[in-house]
Structures are given as C-alpha cells and as structure tokens.
C-alpha cells in the first residue's frame, strides 16, 4: 500500500511516496518557486534523479510536475494513481477544533482556512494545496489531514492558557496550541520502543531542535506541556525567531520607534533569534564556526540558546516531577553533540551520565547515556513524513 505524503508551502512542495508494507520511500521531492517560475527536484529511491525547470504559476502546476516526475520521467516509479491508495497533508495549525488526524471533506478545509488567522504563513497554502491536490489527483484518492498541533491537544487548561483577561480565551481563542506535534509524536513513540516500555509509564522530554525548536513534556503517553504557544514564536530562541520575552519590550520598541503590530511580529519571527543575536546567519553552523573564530556575538548567541534549552528541560522536569527519558532530534539536536553535552552536563546533580563516545554520534538513532545514568538520554532522527503516513494509513483504515 502505497501512501503520498504532501507538505505543501506557500511557494514550496515536499512530497514522499512511501510503502506503507515496509514503510520505505520510495522517492521524495521538491517544487521550489511556485507562483514565481517553477523547479522540481525529485529522486526515486534507487538513486535515479529527475531535475526540471517548468513554469508553476500555481500548486496545480507542481502537482501536475510532481505526477510527470513520479509516473513517466526517467525517475518514475508508479504506473498509474491506482497506485496510490491515500494521500496525506501536513497542516500547521488546527487550533483547538482538530484533536486529531481526519479525512478532508468541504468543511474540514473551511475549517483549516478559518484557522489561517493563526498561521497566516501556513494554513491558507494548506487549502490551497488540498485544493490544488484534488484538481490534479481526482477524487477517488482519500485525501487526509494531519496536524502539528495535534498532539498538543492533551495539554491541561493550566498549561495551555495565557494570564490574560479571559475574554480573548472566549472570544479569540488566544491560548497556547503548540507545533511540530507530529514530530514530538514520532519521537517519543520511538522512546518508548527504545524503552521497551508502555509509553504511558514513561516521563519523557522531546527536544526537537532545528531552524524551529520546541520542547514538549510527555507523561501517561500525553503531552502535558509544550514550548511553542498560540504561534510557533513562542518558547526559546531559534533560527530567527526570538522565542519568549517581556511583552512590554516590545510595546516599548514600537513606541520608540513608530512600528506597527505587523513590524513587531516580522522583527520577532524573522530577524531575532540567532540571526538577531549574532548577526551572522540563522544556521548554527555558520554560527559555530563564527564563534569559533573569534566573534563574541556568535559566542553569545550559542551560549543564550544553550541556556534557554537547558531551562526549558528543568521545567519540564519539575512540571513532571521527574523524567525517565530525553530525546534529542531535529537539525541542531541530531547533530550537535556539544549542545547535548552541555544540556546532560548541567543535568548531573539528578544522575544523568552523558557516553562522551556514543555521544558524538550525528543524525543516528543512538543512546547517549551511560548504563549507570539515572536518566536515559537518546539522539532520534524525526520522520515527520513517516508519521504522517502512518496517521493517513490509520485513518483510512477505520
Ligand atoms: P532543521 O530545521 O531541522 O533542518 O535544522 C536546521 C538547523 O540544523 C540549522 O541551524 C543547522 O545549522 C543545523 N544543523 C544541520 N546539520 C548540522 C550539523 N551537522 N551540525 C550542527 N548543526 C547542524
């Protein structure tokens, strides 16, 4: 069973197709500049490559690339749609009407549209690309929607809600909704498996950080908490967004130098954070070695991050009252053994022991403890779009 696993931008397209018999993929891609010019990059799972350059005045023209690329380019692998027995999409926000996964029908993507207002820079390319995925695959393909706050959804009122009047809870439905649910999902399903234990005998701590970061607490086999708030801003710093601070910073700034709500909002997502604190680039890579060189900024900007992550998971651990697991995963956890060394480190007066060797692991599914640690500390590669798949599997299955 073949399932199609859509992640669809306001410019971009990411898709896999895996089988579902052994969950493998079978090719993945990309359309790039959609509504600009249109490039498609694609590879089947035996290497054969399927570059182009064609015009994508919209989503309908990708998807259209996207059917060429995998049913008769050079790197094709399916025959026909027959083929294709579900396909899935990522959806950013779901607000607190989507407690889970669900098949799409008209009033799911009014639904998800109506939540654009949440996610202004997601949701309304989600319709757009269900839409546009209807038009090009018919529909006879159950088409299923999976999304990154779901898992969040489990979070207690205490937790998810703002000391604000309770008027905008109402009214607005300001409250924390968290992100990159799917991947905390992932990551801490596979704790317990690693574990070898029931998930809902675990306390685990999921850090997934990459250009995004987020942190979720995860107990009885639920999310109780989570970083990431009524948008993904919220939390600690990341690439280039700045993470929690003094509202009143910011009305401040604004008044000092005349910005509107809509300059604060692109100053917090798109210039702060590592980018703001360094001046360098939003990717820890170029920030290490920047750091490395000498640049006190940079230094500043890692150590600030490091800090922030580190407080997180002693919240987290007190909100629990306790942790048996932490999981690393994303960009920077997979691939940053100083950060984990520096995270277990400041955890050692509770009993974790970090396995400097096993440690210096990248992008592997690999546990970074030691036998004697009280707390078992692993780096697990996420697979959003494995999880995915699996929901759409799930669903259709019902
Ligand atoms: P993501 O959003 O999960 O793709 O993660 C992007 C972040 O991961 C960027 O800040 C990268 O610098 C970081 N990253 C990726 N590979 C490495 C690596 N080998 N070492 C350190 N950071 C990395």
Redesign the pocket.
Known sequence: MKIFVVNAGSSSLKYQLIDMDNESVLAKGLCERIGVTGAISHKAADGREYKAETPMPTHSEAFEAVVYAMMKSDAKVIDSFDEISAIGHRIVQGGAIFKGSCLVNDKVIEQISELGAMAPLHNPAHVIAIKACIKTFGDKIPQVVVFDTSFHQTMPPKAYMYALPYDYYERLAVRKYGAHGTSHHFVSDRVAVLENKDKKDLKIITC?????CSITAVKDGECKDTSMGFTPLDGFMM?TRSGSLDPSALTYIAEKDNLSAADINAICNKKSG?LGISGVS???????AAAQSGNERARLAIDMQRYQILKFIGSYIAAMNGVDAIAF????????PELREYVCENLKYMGVEIDKEANKC??KEVKISTENSKVDIFVIP?NEELAIARDTLAIISK
């Open positions: 997934h950080l990459g250009n995004g690439g590592m939003n990717d820890n890579r170029d920030i290490a995963t994303g960009g920077i956890g997979e691939n940053d990248r992008g996420t």
